[in-house]
C-alpha cells in the first residue's frame, strides 16, 4: 500500500496542464511527438473486432494515440485533466481527419462521471504508473465499462529508460518507487506487483505481455531519443 496520498495526484494535475503551455513547448507543437504508441492500433483493433460504439482514451494528452484509436468505434471520447493537452489534441484530430469521431472533455481518471457500463473500451497510457493510487482509478474503469468490455493499459517496468537510462534523473522514495525531474510521481511493476494491484479491486487480467518500443524526443521533457519498456495488460468486465 502506498503512503502517498492522492493529494500529491492532485498536485500534479496543475503541473501536467503547465506541461502543454506554449511557452513550455518552446515553439513545438506538442509535448509527447506525433507517432502514436505501437499499441494504440492494436487496441483499435481488438475493440474494432468487438463492436465497440463507444471507446475512450484517459488520458488522451496531446492527442498522438487519437488517429488510431479513432479507428476502434464510432465514437472515441478522449478525455484528460489537462485542457492545454485536449486543445493541442483537438488540432491532431483535424489534421489526423478524425475530428468528427472524437468527442473530449476533461476528465479525471479517479472521478470521470460517466454512467455506469456506458464504455465498450478503454485505453489508458503512461498514467497508472503516475498513480498515487492506482486502485482507484482501476475500479473506476471497472464501473463504466460494459460487461464484456475491455481495459488497454500499461504499467513501466524497471527496464524502462525513465529508471534504466544513464539520462534520466529520479529520486528514489520507496522500492520501484520514484520522483522525476518534472516532480511527477513514477511507480515501476513487475507482473506480481501488477498482479497484486489488480487483485487488490478483485481484477484479473486477462492478458499481460511484455513491450519494448523507441520514442523521439520529447523536448522540453525527455530532450533525447529513448526506449520505454512496459507490461501492456487487459481487464475484461465479467458479469
Ligand atoms: C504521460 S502523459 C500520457 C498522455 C497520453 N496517454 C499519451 O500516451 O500521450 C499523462 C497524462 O495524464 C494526465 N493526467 C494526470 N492525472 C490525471 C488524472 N487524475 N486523470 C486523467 N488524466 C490525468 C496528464 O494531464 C497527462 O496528459
Same mark, same amino acid.
Given at each position: 500500500m502506498s503512503t502517498e496520498s492522492p493529494s500529491r495526484d492532485d498536485a500534479a494535475i496543475g503541473r501536467w496542464d503547465g506541461a502543454y503551455d506554449a511557452s513550455a513547448l518552446g515553439g513545438q507543437a506538442n509535448l509527447w511527438g506525433d507517432p502514436p504508441v505501437p499499441y494504440a492500433q492494436t487496441a483499435a483493433e481488438l475493440f474494432a473486432a468487438a463492436g465497440a460504439a463507444v471507446i475512450l482514451d484517459?488520458?488522451? #494528452?496531446? #492527442?498522438? @494515440?487519437l488517429p488510431p484509436l479513432a479507428a476502434g468505434a464510432p465514437i472515441l471520447l478522449a478525455g484528460d485533466t489537462s485542457t492545454k493537452a485536449m486543445a493541442i489534441a483537438r488540432m491532431v484530430t483535424e489534421k489526423a481527419g478524425v475530428r468528427d469521431r472524437v468527442v473530449f472533455s476533461r476528465t479525471d $481518471?479517479?472521478?470521470?462521471g460517466l454512467l455506469d457500463s456506458a464504455i465498450d473500451g478503454i485505453f489508458c497510457w503512461d498514467l497508472l504508473g503516475h498513480l498515487t493510487e492506482p486502485a482507484g482509478a482501476l475500479t473506476e474503469f471497472h464501473r463504466i465499462l460494459r460487461p464484456g468490455g475491455c481495459l488497454v493499459a500499461n504499467m513501466w517496468t524497471m @527496464?524502462?529508460?525513465?529508471? $534504466?537510462?544513464?539520462r534520466a534523473t529520479m529520486t528514489e522514495i520507496a522500492p520501484k518507487t520514484y520522483i522525476d525531474h518534472a516532480d511527477f510521481y513514477c511507480k515501476f511493476y513487475d507482473e506480481q506487483d501488477l498482479s497484486e494491484l489488480l487483485a487488490s479491486v478483485g481484477q484479473q487480467a486477462e492478458s499481460v505481455e511484455t513491450a519494448s518500443w523507441w520514442e523521439p524526443p520529447h523536448p522540453g521533457y525527455r530532450d533525447y531519443v529513448h526506449q520505454h519498456e512496459s507490461l501492456i495488460f487487459r481487464v475484461r468486465k465479467t458479469g
Open positions: 484517459l488520458p488522451c #494528452g496531446d #492527442g498522438r @494515440n $481518471a479517479y472521478h470521470t @527496464n524502462d529508460c525513465q529508471v $534504466a537510462d544513464d
